[in-house]
């Protein structure tokens, strides 16, 4: 189907986004018309030609997916859904089916498996153990492709008054990348709301993902370098340039690149 604010190169992407805003729609939702869902080779972001500070999507919580309480299984690098629990109302799980196909249609978990550095099989052993003198946590325990991408993209929300934060997943805000520049999300209990944030000058649109996490942080847990994150942390300089000099040799994966940008940015 063809929607005005889908930009995609994939006509089954394109089909999905649209599928994607049509539930948002019904389900009482706003997402500004200025707004453009794009896709290029599988990767998704999200742009709009409006000034910074104007409103960008309302999302309603009968639109977001608890991924946590799905049972998952993987199966020739695509995500499975096994079990859904019978509490989800039937916009629940239309949305969570359309953001599976979706994923599976961009080969997210493929791809995260060659690049990311906590899934790649290729990361060679000294350099995990080297970050791992920095952050023991790192690929400690090996988490699950499927985790790794939900970790990426979902956000963790008290989803009743009072309530502990769960994790799940809002589409379309989940399309937009990091900069710690970026806009806030704001969660009003039953929405959750962005406004318009472009701190890269271009008409893509930002959001802080929160957490004040570093360089090295944003790249072993979020799969690329962040030029634009917190540098407070202190870490061993010795070690970083150890970290460095293991990530830049020659034939090194495409995972070690985040890794090695990490270590150039703390050092600078």
Not at 158 to 169: A, H, N, T, Y
């Amino acid at each position: 189907m063809s929607h005005p604010l889908v930009d995609a190169e994939s006509p089954l992407v394109a089909d999905l986004l649209a599928g994607t805003l049509e539930v948002i729609r019904e389900a009482g939702g706003f997402i500004a018309p200025t707004t453009r869902l794009i896709e290029r080779q599988g990767q998704l972001s999200l742009a709009s030609s409006t000034d910074d500070g104007f409103p960008l999507p309302r999302i309603p919580r009968e639109c977001f997916v608890r991924v946590d309480l799905v049972t998952w299984a993987e199966q020739e690098g695509r995500m499975v859904i096994v079990e859904i629990p019978e509490e989800f109302s039937d916009i629940e799980t239309e949305m969570l089916y359309l953001q599976v196909a979706l994923h599976n249609a961009c080969r997210k978990l493929e791809w995260m498996q060659s690049t990311h550095p906590s899934l790649d099989p290729n990361l060679p052993d000294d350099l995990v153990e080297a970050v791992r003198q920095l952050i023991p946590s790192f690929r400690n325990p090996m988490m699950a492709a499927t985790d790794v991408l939900w970790a990426n993209r979902c956000f963790r929300v008290p989803l009743e008054s009072g309530g502990q934060p769960e994790r799940v997943l809002i589409p379309v805000v989940d399309l937009m990348n990091h900069h710690s520049r970026g806009a806030i999300g704001d969660w009003t209990g039953e929405n959750f709301v962005v406004s318009v944030s472009k701190p890269c000058g271009a008409d893509e649109c930002a959001l802080d993902y929160g957490m004040n996490r570093d360089a090295l942080e944003m790249a072993i847990v979020y799969g690329f370098a962040d030029d634009s994150a917190n540098t407070s942390h202190t870490y061993d300089a010795r070690l970083l340039r150890e970290i460095q000099a293991l990530a830049a040799r020659p034939g090194q994966p495409a995972s070690a690149t985040p890794i090695l940008k990490a270590a150039q940015t703390l050092l600078s």
